[in-house]
């Protein structure tokens, strides 16, 4: 049995909790967006070289998957319980924020993203997030009631996914280039 359905050829798609919307109204976009956070994440992860590094990014994968969950339900639909994003949830992502901060201290200026494979795809997923994070925020200026927990957590983890990145530089050998101080040699020396 192929896993399409065909329902959404016409340019909709299903609700959790039923209804169809457009593809392009704000909910699909910001649930859309954390799909893709996920994925490029996914991407960090397999490039990765760390083991701490790949299970912080498989737990915050799967906080993702719920926060799209959460997202794709219905106007007017309660919000299952398992699928609601929490304090605690924020909690673990600042505890790790601390722990990496601990271990790779950032740099007190911008970063050039490429330093190694894993922490530019890191990079990527944490704008990634970002992008998620300003779609979420859109679909609350758009009338949904969106969990204020699930904006702070978009937004500390792309705070991780940056302490994340420079952890993985550290892990692989190499240093964040620094976005004012960058040279030609700079980068040919990675």
Do not use: C
């Not at 701490?52 to 919000?79: C, D, H, N, S």
């Not at 302490?163 to 030609?184: F, N």
Request: charged share 25%; proline share 7%.
């Amino acid at each position: 049995m192929p896993h399409y359905t065909r329902s959404g050829d016409d340019g909709s798609t299903t609700l959790w909790g039923g209804g169809r919307i457009a593809k392009d109204h704000p909910q699909p976009e910001a649930y859309g967006a954390i799909d893709e956070a996920s994925s490029a994440l996914g991407l960090g992860r397999a490039l990765s070289t760390d083991s701490r590094t790949r299970e912080i990014a498989i737990e915050i994968q799967r906080r993702l998957y719920l926060i799209m969950a959460e997202l794709a339900v219905a106007p007017g639909k309660p919000i299952p319980e398992d699928f609601a994003t929490r304090a605690d949830d924020v909690d673990r992502l600042e505890a790790w924020a601390a722990e990496l901060e601990d271990l790779a201290p950032p740099p007190n200026e911008f970063v050039l993203p490429g330093g190694s494979p894993g922490s530019a795809a890191l990079d990527l997923a944490r704008t990634t997030i970002r992008r998620a994070e300003r779609e979420a925020v859109r679909l609350r200026g758009h009338g949904h009631p969106v969990n204020d927990e699930t904006i702070r957590y978009l937004n500390r983890a792309s705070s991780v996914l940056f302490d994340l990145a420079r952890y993985e530089e550290q892990q692989a050998g190499v240093d964040a280039i620094r976005s004012r101080s960058a040279t030609p040699s700079d980068v040919a020396a990675q």
